[in-house]
C-alpha cells in the first residue's frame, strides 16, 4: 500500500515565526502536492512538484514556499505565519503523468493553528 | 478551465434508504472522473475513478457512481446507507492532459439512524 505521512497531525505557531511541513511518501512517485483544507472551500492547491527540485505554483501559492530536494519528500514553508493561514494542510502524491489511475494519496494532515 | 462543483453542502440520508450525492464537472478534454471521502479528523481516502468505459463505476464500501457525459455529471449512490458512512464527501476531476486535479467544495453526508 502506499503510505504518505506528514510530520505532524496538529501545530500551533506564533504569528511571524517560519514553519515547515513535512511530507514522504514511499512510493517513488514523480508527482507531490500540497492543499489546504477550509470549511465551505474544500480543497485548494497550494503548490505541486512533478520532480526533483521541480515546483510549479497551484491558485493560492501567497505566503508559501516548497522545496523538493529528494524525490520521496515534499517540504511546505510558512515564511513568516500569519493567522489567516490557520487551516488543515494535506499532502498529496500521484504515480507519473503516464500512468491511467492518477489516484491521489493522501497523508493525515496537519492541523496548523496561527495564533 | 476544469471546473467541479458539488451542489449540497449537506444531505440528510435516513439509514437504509438509497443516497445520492451530486457532482457536475467541466473540462476541455477527457474527464478522469474521483470520489474521496473523509472522516473526522483524517486525510481523503479514494473511494472510486472513472477513467473509461463502463460508465457505472463501482468502488469501496458498496459505493458506485454514474459518469453522465451529456449532463457532464458523475454522482455517487449508495443503495442502502449505513449510518458509518457519515462524512465528508469529495468529488474531483482531472483534464486528460493535466496532472493538476481540481476538488469541489465537499458534500457533508450525514445518515440519521
Known amino acids: 500500500d502506499v503510505k504518505v505521512t506528514q510530520s505532524s497531525r496538529y501545530l500551533v505557531k506564533r504569528t511571524g515565526e517560519k514553519v515547515f511541513l513535512e511530507c514522504v511518501q514511499d512510493m517513488d512517485h514523480e508527482n507531490m502536492f500540497w492543499y489546504r483544507q477550509d470549511p465551505g472551500l474544500g480543497l485548494r492547491l497550494i503548490y505541486f512538484s512533478y520532480d526533483v527540485k521541480m515546483k510549479e505554483k497551484g491558485d493560492i501559492p501567497e505566503g508559501y514556499s516548497v522545496s523538493r530536494e529528494k524525490k520521496e519528500r515534499f517540504s511546505l514553508i510558512l515564511e513568516s505565519a500569519s493567522t489567516n493561514q490557520t487551516s488543515m494542510y494535506l499532502c498529496?502524491?500521484?504515480?507519473?503523468?503516464?500512468?491511467?489511475?492518477?489516484?491521489?494519496?493522501f497523508g493525515p494532515g496537519t492541523r496548523l493553528t496561527v495564533l | 478551465a476544469q471546473s467541479v462543483a458539488q451542489p449540497e453542502d449537506q444531505v440528510n440520508v435516513a439509514e437504509g434508504n438509497p443516497l445520492t450525492v451530486k457532482c457536475t464537472y467541466s473540462?476541455?478534454?477527457?474527464?478522469?472522473l474521483f470520489w474521496y471521502v473523509q472522516y473526522p479528523n483524517r486525510g481523503l481516502q479514494f473511494l472510486l475513478k472513472?477513467?473509461?468505459?463502463?460508465?457505472l463505476v463501482k468502488g469501496s464500501y458498496g459505493f458506485e457512481a454514474e459518469f453522465n457525459k451529456s449532463q457532464t455529471s458523475f454522482h455517487l449512490k449508495k443503495p442502502s446507507a449505513l449510518v458509518s458512512d457519515s462524512a465528508l464527501y469529495f468529488c474531483?476531476?482531472?483534464?486528460?492532459?493535466?496532472?493538476?486535479?481540481?476538488f469541489g467544495k465537499g458534500t457533508r453526508l450525514h445518515i440519521l439512524p
Open positions: 473540462v476541455s478534454g477527457n474527464p478522469y
Open positions: 474531483a476531476v482531472r483534464d486528460d492532459r493535466d496532472d493538476k486535479i481540481i
Open positions: 472513472y477513467i473509461t468505459g463502463d460508465n
Open positions: 498529496a502524491s500521484t504515480p507519473p503523468t503516464g500512468f491511467l489511475s492518477k489516484t491521489q494519496y
